[in-house]
Antibody
């Protein structure tokens, strides 16, 4: 069973770019979709975007102008960049396997443990 | 405002059967599979139900999912104290070309 681990700065200044990496252990990143999902403190889940191991992406329309998701198959990692952050981007960011619109394995499973990113000066 | 609508809270006593609803539209639940996730405080969500009514290995059969039209439900029978958690529904939305979640339902075992 794959295990996922998010890493990156826990504090980002307003207007700067949030950068996180998800490392996949115990399974190859190849052949699957991979996603980022976030959860503001005390609130619900929000899908940020997904990437296929080949590099094709799909983003939440509400975040699309600020989001870039990339994959590095040689390191078994995929990454998230969110630009021009504000306090509203403060959240626990999760990475997860899955995210295709349909088909076997499109669901989000497993998930990383999550990492809290706070946007503050 | 979430695209999928869930009641913010639900409750029941040990042994009871509880259902949590998830309402959507023709572009999501009405034409796509529904998924349910369980989340305990301070932990990551965990897949509970996939493809409307399928349980992953290890999920007790006390948990069941169903779908009718543009609504879905999660039922928990034989309620136990350890079922106290937040529950989220999710589906792909063809109009938005993306995944949408319900706002979550906090289940309290009285």
């Amino acid at each position: 069973q794959a295990q996922l681990l998010e890493s990156g700065p826990g504090l980002v200044k307003p207007s700067e770019t949030l950068s996180l990496t998800c490392t996949v252990f115990g399974d190859s990143i190849g052949g699957f979709y991979w996603s980022w999902i976030r959860q503001p403190p005390g609130k619900g889940l929000e899908w940020i975007g997904s990437i296929y191991y080949s590099g094709s992406t799909n983003y939440n329309p509400s975040l699309k102008s600020r989001v870039t998701i990339s994959v590095d198959t040689s390191k078994n990692q995929f990454s998230l960049k969110l630009s021009s952050v504000t306090a509203a981007d403060t959240a626990v960011y999760y990475c997860a396997r899955g995210g295709h619109s349909s088909g076997w394995g499109s669901w989000f499973d497993p998930w990383g443990q999550g990492t809290l990113v706070t946007v503050s000066s | 405002q979430s695209v999928l609508t869930q009641p913010p809270s639900a409750s029941g006593t040990p042994g009871q059967r509880v259902t949590i609803s998830c309402s959507g539209s023709s572009s999501n639940i009405g034409s796509k599979y529904v998924y349910w996730y369980q989340q305990f405080p301070g932990t990551a969500p965990k897949l509970l139900i996939y493809r409307n009514n399928q349980r992953p290995s290890g999920v007790p059969d006390r948990f069941s999912g169903s779908k009718s039209g543009t609504s879905a439900s999660l039922a928990i029978s034989g309620l136990r104290s350890e079922d106290e958690a937040d529950y989220y529904c999710a589906a792909w939305d063809d109009s938005l070309s993306g995944w949408v979640f319900g706002g979550g339902t906090k289940l309290t075992v009285l």
